[in-house]
């Protein structure tokens, strides 16, 4: 008998993993639209302009954060696309190698073109962590106020899909993350970190956080 509450455990609020799974499915066919290809002098980036949020995934493709390697962030990119495409917004991921990281690198470009494109919208930055506890972890930044109206869709879509999240914990994102820089120029953006299961099209949390995502999304426009 273990003592630790595993995700199997968890019986959603509103049990509708049927609709969910259909939800998930109609999203990742979103995802796989035409992007635009722009190149920048730390590395390419792919976007679609929208009016509405931008969703940020500035790890899909490999970094080089102080001059160490950091593993790419695969299914970030396509949850991106297919939110923005789901609201009408914007959306802005790296592809290849990065010769920087724009969560990392203070002034990185693409920091400067996240602020472009999402105009007056608000920037909400996806990333994926591993196992942590939580399935969905909010960082409000230092910057908390830049936030508000955020996090509180986000977090109420995350319980009632029966998902485990946390606010700030194991990451707030601090002053260097895109979200952080992005609040230091007076703009609205919060920092979403997913475990890997909700990447992973076998595992049930992937259909409920990318649901309840966009339901949060829907309810942000």
Not at 16 to 31: D, S, V, Y
Request: charged share 25%; glycine share 10%; net charge neutral.
């Amino acid at each position: 008998m273990t003592s630790e509450t595993v995700f199997g455990d968890i019986v959603p609020l509103v049990p509708e993993e049927e609709l969910r799974g259909e939800e998930l499915e109609h999203l990742r066919r979103l995802a796989g639209g035409r992007r635009e290809r722009e190149l920048s002098p730390k590395g390419q980036w792919e976007l679609v302009r929208g009016d509405g949020p931008l969703f940020s995934a500035p790890h899909e493709a490999a970094q080089l954060r102080d001059g160490v390697d950091k593993i790419a962030e695969r299914g970030t990119a396509d949850l991106a696309f297919a939110l923005a495409r789901a609201t009408g917004g914007s959306a802005l991921a790296t592809v290849d190698r990065q010769l920087g990281d724009p969560n990392w690198d203070v002034g990185h470009p693409y920091v400067a073109r996240a602020r472009a494109l999402s105009g007056e919208w608000p920037t909400i930055d996806l990333h994926m962590m591993r196992p942590r506890g939580p399935e969905i972890c909010i960082g409000l930044g230092p910057e908390p106020k830049m936030s508000d109206g955020l996090w509180r869709p986000i977090m109420e879509e995350a319980v009632m899909s029966g998902l485990r999240a946390s606010v700030n914990w194991p990451f707030a994102a601090g002053p260097r993350t895109v979200t952080g820089q992005l609040q230091r120029e007076g703009r609205r953006a919060i920092q979403l970190e997913l475990s890997c299961e909700c990447y992973d099209p076998s595992h049930p949390a992937m259909r409920r956080a990318w649901s309840s995502l966009a339901r949060a999304a829907r309810r942000l426009v």
